[in-house]
């Protein structure tokens, strides 16, 4: 899989600051046999990462907190059933990079601590500041077209708002199709793409953003409100969730998803979609291509619609057609 020139310097010195504490910058140069001046670049480069790293007369350098690095082997190891786990400390998107990967290593992960290019849905970037949040995508080779892909989107927010729950968070749930909200701000994405003909075998790429640790300054070119999980969690007065832990059982999760989709379709996840909605029995504007109806949602059918009490009765609206907002 297509790496990044990283100097492996970068990433023994980031490891030397990880524990968040204050490490003087004598003892770093002479640690990684470079002058002061040399040690004040490689910080440099390390902030063209995102990273927050502070400097302070008499006190050295830190990272604004501690960092949890992913671990590719532990997470392998986490696996319910075989999956293929890479990290990589920097790529391009890692949605991208599996859409180019061999599918014959199907199922198979591919995590970054920092994108160069990651991609949101409707051709917006994902901000992907190194090590603050998750970057994930899942490759996954249905041997069959799924009849009911159309609704492959729900059953991943589904997933993704349990796996959350996990976490201990409270005022998290989903918005149709399968916007993450927590507290009523974005908490994560979802970019799915698929490559196959109806009829064929199918292959999606299954991409999860979710915002972890992110700082007001790292997301500052973010012009939606968002929300990370650990600040919530905080607030809560819960445990931060680890980065690790959250993707272990993210995939472990959506494995069994998969498999299940493809034996069943949507059915089995209605009821657990439901149970996540946060619209439910409220007030919505549905935004179509031609304007606007207003009406109070109930829920989603069969078939992964919207279903809203309009004034013209229960009307089904179809991914695609409509954005949904609370009115
Ligand atoms: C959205 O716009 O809500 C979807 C965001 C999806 C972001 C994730 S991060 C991992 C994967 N790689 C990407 O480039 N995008 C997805």
Redesign the pocket.
Known sequence: MAQALIEPERLKLLDALADGGWHSGEALAEAHGITRAALAKRMDRLRDWGLEIEARQGLGYRLSRPLERLNAAALEAAMLTPLRVTVLAETD????QLLDADSARDPQALLAEY?T?????RG?A?R?PFGANL???LAWSFPAWPPALTTLPLVVGVICAEALAQTGVEGLGLKWPNDLLLEGRKLG???IEHRGEAGGPCRVVI???INVAMSDEQASPIDQPWIALNAALSRQGRAAASRNALAADLLNRLAIALRQFEASGFAPFVPRWNAQDLTRDRKVRILLGNGEVDGIARGVAPDGALQVETAQGLTAYHSGEVSLRLS
Do not use: E, K, M
Not at 93 to 96: L, P
Not at 117 to 121: E, H, K, T
């Open positions: 998107s890692t949605n991208t994108q290019a990651g991609r949101g849905r917006r994902w992907s970057y994930l995508s994405g979802i970019l991409g999860v953003g």
